[in-house]
């Protein structure tokens, strides 16, 4: 895991290692491990490292025997080891055994199409020195974050944005169209960022870099929902296998690996799993809520000790969500329109302040097994199979980029079963029919009777949303900005007259820094909410 940059400058001079430093140094907090650094003529790179693989022989880039092909990669690939056997016997010679060279050697030795054969989370850089061109690539889902910018003639990537902005031709500007994005669709999308001239590159997808720019750029992998009829019993025992299996090869680390336990299903599922294996040692960590309508302490201790793991609570209130929702935004580098990631951002803290590195998550789950409550509206099989491939391709938009960010900005790395490659393919065939009814993701509940307690394995979903009082506290932390006077002489600055101080704050920063764009026509679904 690691913080990624770099620039290819086509035909043009060497690059600046100070402009890669500087870019390494906006994402510090990703890899204090170490900063790795490769030039080659136009072509230079740089990382942070969080040692997690191979501690002593993992720093960055690494290449294969001949030295033709050098990589950096921001994450995991969970099945190396078995790749790693692989190319041994097609005559590959390895000087580690890092994840990281066994991306040059399946570069070297299957193209592009070594992607298909990886299951992980990654953001990806291979240098060949001999076409002078580099492949970026970034995994299935897009767990793990890559930006692209063209500027002033380069061609440069980062696991940040905010990297690409130390570019002397890089425009700090917010981008409207970006902004506008983030109040239709609640993020902005895969191809843009909140930034003028700088995008994702999109989940599954790979771009070539060479001397004239970026040469070729395509999907490399995409869903497949095809529903197959299979007996539900069989479809139990085959999801309990899945997940165990996928749980096991996130297990893989020369650190130790925690998991989450917020005291519902997913997380719970996912920490026993983990326990089964790693047993009394594993670390557990979940946030409980100072207000009592929201906490969820009580379910956290009954799962903990049902596992017999060790376990931490980070408790926090409204104001401490308040407090720290600057430091939120300033990460997501983009608007929010909820407070989750908040107390998501000092759950990381605990487990760096544990001296720990990795932690399993349960995300994707409500998305792949129809987990949120509305989807229980559905009563035609077309209809809900249409609702969850869309909300799974936006898995990316949302809780997977608001994961990556409050975890890294503490140096953890978020490893999510639920989205393993085989989880996925097998979570598509399963027919929407199998999915329905109550109470939701009732299929993986029954795969994991016996697991846990039926108390604790069919307890009511609690929303992990804005459901910890922050709201209110964030409310009242702007409307202190606005005095009675001034509310009263701008709030009929719009049409509809601004109804509160809170919205005349929030329409004064969207004054200021996005000239030009309707508020009124932008936010008005928002604001009559």
């Known amino acids: 895991m690691c913080g990624l940059a770099g620039v290819h400058r086509g035909a043009q001079n060497q690059v600046d290692s100070s402009l890669l430093l500087a870019m390494a140094g906006e994402m510090r907090h990703r890899g204090p491990d170490g900063t790795g650094l490769y030039l080659d003529g136009p072509f230079g790179m740089t990382n942070t ?4 693989v191979d501690l002593a022989g993992g720093d960055q880039p690494l290449s294969e025997e001949r030295g033709r092909y050098w990589v950096m990669q921001n994450g995991e690939i969970y099945n190396y080891v078995e790749l790693m056997d692989e190319l041994r016997q097609l005559g590959h010679r390895f000087t580690t055994s890092c994840d990281t060279e066994v991306i040059a050697h399946a570069y070297e030795e299957w193209g592009p199409h070594f992607l298909d054969r990886l299951n992980g989370d990654f953001a990806i850089a291979v240098w060949d020195r001999e076409r002078q061109e580099v492949l970026l690539a970034r995994d299935r889902f897009g767990v793990r974050p890559l930006f692209l910018a063209e500027l002033g003639g380069d061609v440069c990537f980062a696991s940040e944005a905010k990297a690409l902005l130390r570019h002397p031709a890089a425009r700090r500007e917010l981008d409207p169209v970006g902004i506008v994005d983030t109040f239709t669709t609640w993020s902005t999308l895969p191809d843009r960022s909140a930034f003028v001239g700088i995008r994702e590159l999109p989940p599954a997808h790979y771009a070539i870099v060479g001397r004239d720019g970026i040469v070729e750029e395509r999907r490399w992998w995409d869903l497949q929902f ?30 130790p690996v925690a998991a989450y336990l917020s005291g519902g299903l997913d997380s719970s599922v996912t920490a026993a799993l983990a326990a089964r294996t790693v047993g009394p040692g594993l670390h557990a960590f979940g946030v409980g809520f100072s207000d009592q309508r929201f906490d969820e302490s009580a379910a956290q201790d009954a799962i903990a000790a049902e596992l017999g793991v060790q376990f931490h609570r980070t408790t926090v209130g409204a104001a401490d969500i308040a407090d720290v929702f600057p430091r939120v935004v300033e990460l997501a580098e983009k608007p929010l329109l909820r407070t989750a990631p908040a107390p998501l951002l000092e759950l990381a803290g605990a487990v760096q302040d544990a001296r720990l590195k990795v932690v399993l998550t349960g995300e994707g789950a409500d998305e792949l097994f129809a987990g949120y409550e509305y989807m229980r509206e559905f009563t035609d099989h077309e209809a809900l199979h249409a609702e969850l491939e869309r909300t799974v391709r936006s898995l990316h938009n949302l809780n997977l980029q608001r994961c990556d960010r409050v975890t890294m900005a503490h140096a953890v790395e978020a490893r999510v079963p639920f989205l393993d490659r085989n989880v996925i393919a097998w979570a598509l065939r399963v027919p929407p029919a199998a999915k329905q009814g109550a109470p939701e993701k009732r299929l993986l509940r029954q795969s994991f009777e016996g697991w846990l307690p039926d108390a604790l394995l069919w307890r009511t979903k ?15 932390a702007v409307e202190a900005g606005v005095s009675d006077d001034e509310f009263a002489a701008e709030r009929d600055a719009v049409t509809p007259a601004l109804r509160t101080k809170e919205e005349l704050a929030y329409y004064r920063v969207w004054r200021e820094h996005l000239q030009g764009i309707s508020a009124e026509r932008t936010l008005s679904r928002f604001a009559r909410a």
């Not at 490292?49 to 997690?52: D, Q, S, V």
């Not at 095809?226 to 650190?255: C, H, K, N």
């Not at 459901?467 to 964030?474: M, N």
């Open 462 to 476: 609690a929303e992990f949303g804005d459901g910890s009082g922050a709201r209110d506290a964030l409310s009242r």
């Open 49 to 52: 490292r969080l040692a997690i």
């Open 226 to 255: 095809d529903p197959v009829e299979a007996p539900e019993d069989d479809l139990v025992d085959e999801l309990e296998a899945i997940l165990e299996s996928s749980t096991q090869i996130r297990l893989r680390a020369d650190v």
